[in-house]
């Protein structure tokens, strides 16, 4: 999603060999067996006996960027990454965003680099327990009421209606249990039915958790890194559960709900760079999963010869994960071409990713997704924009531009290779919501990193019908991660924690009418307390929202869940997740900055992961279970 594909994929050294592994390479690496893979970089952890000297190797091909950071370029310093974990770091490098920075590196020398720079992870992090359930597992009944996937519904409203917890309850908010994830971040965001957790982890693990106590029914290992909420639906006979996420090495996975094993797997995209970062969503039968890349981070490398990923929206069977369709968000094949001034060749157009959880739309047949920028000088009319798509041919009905030549790179950030003429970054990152008014019209509301919301009319080709300026927008701007909607009020959180130069910070929380576009209140970020200390604490409000009946839930960078009355935007609970916590399966876990997925809202509780930290704000390795009085 945005923040992992933006100015953070610095060029390594010029040493380094910036050419990507080819497709038959790429797809081994995907076909590889989880257990090859958790083996290789678990050994990361013991490297530093066997292994080239990290901190010369640091030194020479990673510090010139990491050791003192450019202001405003929002790379990691080094004392960032080391809040990581080494699995997680020895994973970037292979299969993640460093991927075509770390080409030249050997599996040594990467492991290297990561027992360097995590030196002190052990004495930050507990050693996990199993923290096995002691009673038979139940089989999972998905009809019955939680919270599936990232929206929580087929039109992506993160609204809970059924959330046995009165507002009047909030305030008294506590942990019940808390749950510590391998490696020093959290992504992700909880999925829970029928009394079970599932949740996924930075360093490739599937969990299904017992939602009552925490403890661990099964663990999946899958080959990468998961990122994506998890969907639930039922098999052939309409009573096995089947999850289903995606991985940043672009793969979708189908597992057996209540034994945790796989049912298939396929790999969605062969371009290198390409993953799925957006939570697939399963309807009538068919998983529709959005497809992103990171590939507008390698292209600031000067000796890159950029770009050829094309997003896309993938159907596949749930039941066998066959391809049914695949729709490419920019119609044109990239082709080759010159930019002034620059030594490589290059080709274009490129981009539109797909960083959201498709909105179903039932009674028009369609998909709708936000797309994000171009990453070259061909500009394209589909990037930064809504688009339609009929869920059973995959055709685009429409597509409304709302921003164009938004070409970016990252080199545009840090005065690297920029395409000209260059944009913002302005993706729609976040899910796109229908809501539907009184009168039962629909409107399509979609925030956008530019720091404006859009209402929009499904009906007429998209066409808009209101927008509003809610933050000053940027490369870490605007909307971030996600929008909710209770009945037709909006509720956009502004994260503004990198904005475009000309453009006031602004972050906070917005409430505006689906209707009209008007503003109904507008609630300013508190200033930011961090229990870690001062260095990168942040107010910004990048965190998908959550609300419920007379409340919506907002997380901030700086470790701050709130709750805020709907009614006016007051904050009547503030809880710092960015302490230390006693874990069910360690001594302890670690919280951190609150980004990315969002908290879910079930049976009286709120989860929540707390630690993003991927490129801005604190790492940490905690899921939260809070109750009224921890009950």
């Known amino acids: 999603m945005v923040q992992l594909r933006s100015v953070i994929r610095c060029v390594l050294g010029v040493s380094v060999a910036l050419a990507l592994p080819t497709l038959t390479q790429a797809q081994q690496r995907s076909e590889a067996p989880s257990r090859a893979l958790a083996s290789l970089t678990l050994a990361a952890t013991d490297a530093a006996t066997r292994a080239p000297d990290g901190a010369a190797l640091f030194a020479q091909h990673c510090a010139a960027c990491h050791e003192k950071p450019a202001p405003g370029a929002h790379i990691p310093s080094r004392e960032s990454l080391a809040s990581r974990s080494p699995i997680n770091i020895v994973m970037t490098l292979k299969t993640g965003a460093m991927q075509p920075q770390a080409a030249g590196l050997s599996t040594a020398e990467d492991q290297a680099i990561a027992s360097y720079l995590t030196a002190d992870a052990a004495k930050r992090g507990s050693?996990?327990?199993p923290n096995r359930c002691a009673a038979p597992a139940r089989p999972v009944n998905v009809s019955n009421t939680g919270w599936n996937g990232w929206g929580a519904d087929l039109a992506n409203t993160r609204f809970q209606p059924h959330a046995d917890l009165k507002a009047s309850e909030v305030p008294k908010l506590r942990v019940k249990w808390a749950f510590a994830y391998p490696g020093l971040m959290a992504w992700g965001q909880p999925t829970i039915i029928d009394g079970k957790a599932f949740v996924a982890s930075t360093t490739g693990q599937v969990y299904s958790l017992d939602a009552s106590t925490g403890c661990t029914w099964w663990t999946f290992e899958a080959g990468a890194p998961v990122r994506t909420s998890l969907s639930l639906g039922t098999g052939s006979d309409g009573h096995a559960g089947i999850v289903y996420f995606g991985d940043t090495a672009a793969n979708v996975y189908a597992v057996d709900a209540d034994s945790g094993k796989e049912i298939w797997r396929v790999h969605v995209d062969d371009h290198p760079l390409a993953r799925v970062t957006g939570a697939p969503i399963l309807h009538g039968g068919r998983l529709l999963v959005p497809v992103s890349s990171f590939e507008e981070g390698a292209a600031a490398a000067p000796t890159y010869s950029c770009c050829s990923f094309r997003g896309s929206v993938v159907s596949v069977d749930a039941l066998t994960g066959k391809l049914i369709w695949k729709r490419n968000t920019i119609s044109r094949e990239p082709k080759p071409y010159q930019r002034k001034g620059s030594a490589v060749g290059l080709s274009g157009p490129a981009g539109a990713s797909v960083w959201n959880t498709p909105t179903v739309d039932t009674k028009r047949g369609v998909l709708y997704v936000g797309t994000g920028n171009n990453y070259t000088d061909v500009s394209v009319p589909t990037t930064d924009a809504v688009m339609a798509i009929g869920l059973d041919d995959g055709q685009i009905r429409w597509s409304q531009q709302l921003v164009?030549?938004?070409?970016?790179?990252?080199?545009?950030?840090?005065?690297?290779p920029c395409p000209q003429p260059s944009g913002n970054d302005s993706d729609f990152s976040a899910s796109i919501i229908l809501v539907t008014l009184p009168s039962g019209r629909n409107i399509l509301v979609a925030g956008q990193k530019s720091g404006v919301v859009y209402g929009l009319d499904p009906d007429a080709q998209g066409k808009p019908l209101w927008h509003i300026k809610v933050g000053g927008g940027g490369v870490f701007g605007g909307v971030e991660?996600?929008?909710?909607?209770?009945?037709?009020?909006?509720?956009?959180?502004?994260?503004?924690s990198l904005t475009n130069t000309s453009s006031a910070a602004r972050p906070g929380l917005a409430a505006i009418d689906a209707a009209t576009g008007k503003q109904l209140w507008w609630s300013p970020a508190p200033q930011p307390v961090c229990s870690w200390g001062k260095e990168d604490c942040r107010d910004a409000l990048s965190q998908a929202p959550t609300a419920i009946p007379g409340v919506v839930f907002s997380g901030s960078q700086d470790g701050h869940l709130r709750a805020y009355d709907a009614a006016n935007g007051k904050v009547v609970w503030d809880f710092d997740t960015g302490t230390r916590f006693p874990a069910v399966n360690a001594d302890s876990a670690s919280g951190g900055s609150l980004d990315a997925g969002g908290p879910v809202v079930v049976n009286g509780r709120v989860y929540v992961n707390s630690g993003y930290g991927q490129f801005l704000g604190h790492g940490g390795n905690v899921l939260l279970a809070l109750s009224p009085d921890g009950k």
């Open 481 to 496: 991660w996600g929008i909710a909607a209770a009945g037709t009020t909006v509720f956009v959180p502004i994260s503004d």
């Open 404 to 416: 164009a030549n938004d070409n970016w790179a990252s080199g545009c950030t840090f005065k690297g």
């Open 127 to 129: 050693a996990l327990r």
